[in-house]
């Protein structure tokens, strides 16, 4: 099982990949890790914190789901009104690896619910990553960095 | 018979919706038509100094708590889909979600929607809002301010009347 390092501005946290029910998500996932990159809180899906990916796939639907759990990893591709307050008019969405860090949040897009791919669990670290995001919305994000341990 | 021979200012109120922290400033034109019980009671609050943050579950907005007691009964409330420029009022119960969040067992809030396809709601689904006022100069500028909001945290936001009716 791949165990990967999720540091978030002062703290850090740890997934396990799930290459049982996503094997071909977190075997593409592993080629793009590590990643460093800007964090983002979400705008429209409740407590989630997520950062883009410097490649827009293309990744299967495999594990999929609209009712993500606290400490859930997962990639998606985020409505780019999301994502840019310019909005590029001209892209439609990004990919993105996020997670949810508190209760009763759900992704979604324009029109509702967005199924993610469930690539992982956060297994340690998840109590700081949940005091470390609010903090972050309020004072201002960092960077994100996701590294295969 | 006149506006004014009703006891209703001739010409909209307007207020002041500044981050002062980014050099934006709107003006915003109250509803007395539609909400004058709440335009009233906001209106007796200013000026008002708050941290605007923004929203995590309804799109392009900011929102502000309310300090004290601002419980506000229902006016107008008959927005879910809000366009940009729209500023309302808002009131959580106690209880109404899970824990307290932001600290806060209930709260009354003002939110300010900056661009398009927002739409208010919380861990519950959509939410109604008393619209109370509507950005009538400077969106632009508030717009970018607050879409820097997402990156930078909270800001300070000061909201001012105009002039006096």
Redesign the interface.
């Known amino acids: 099982m791949t165990r990967v390092r999720i540091a978030l501005g002062a703290i850090e946290a740890f997934a396990e990949l799930d290459e049982v029910a996503a094997p071909r998500t977190t075997a593409w996932l592993r080629e793009q890790l590590p990643i460093r990159n ?1 964090a ?9 914190v997520y950062a883009l990916l410097d490649t827009q796939g293309p990744i299967p639907e495999e594990n999929q789901t609209i009712y993500q759990c606290v400490g859930d990893l997962f990639v998606y591709h985020k409505p780019a ?2 994502v840019e ?1 310019a909005w590029p008019r001209h892209v439609r969405t990004f990919l993105v690896i996020g997670f949810i860090y508190a ?3 759900a992704i979604r897009g ?1 029109s509702g619910p967005l199924a993610t791919n469930i690539v992982g669990r956060i297994t340690q670290g998840m109590d700081a990553l949940a005091h470390e995001a609010p903090r ?6 960092g960077e994100i960095a996701i590294s295969v341990l | 018979m006149s506006d004014q021979s009703q006891g209703l200012p001739a010409s909209p109120r307007r207020i002041r919706i500044s981050l002062p922290g980014s050099g934006a400033a709107a003006v915003a034109d109250l509803l007395d038509d539609d909400c004058p019980d709440t335009c009233s009671a906001l209106w007796d609050l200013l000026p008002l100094r708050l941290k605007a943050t923004h929203d995590i579950w309804s799109g392009h907005l900011i929102r502000s708590h309310l300090e004290g007691d601002t419980y506000l009964e229902p006016e107008n409330v008959l927005t879910y889909i809000p366009v940009p420029g729209d500023v309302f009022y808002y009131y959580r119960p106690a209880r109404y979600y899970r824990g307290s969040p932001y600290g806060r067992l209930e709260s009354a809030e003002i939110g300010i929607v900056y661009d398009h396809d927002t739409r208010p709601q919380g861990p519950r689904g959509p939410e109604a809002v008393n619209l109370f006022a509507e950005i009538s100069s400077g969106l632009a500028e508030l717009r970018t301010a607050c879409e820097a909001m997402i990156y930078e945290g909270q800001k300070e936001l000061i909201i001012e009347r105009m002039d006096d009716p």
Do not use: A, V
């Not at chain 1, 972050?136 to 994000?141: I, L, P, Y």
């Open positions: 800007q983002i809180h979400s705008m429209e899906s409740g407590r989630e009104i999301f307050p209760r009763d949040s324009m972050m919305r309020k004072e201002g994000f």
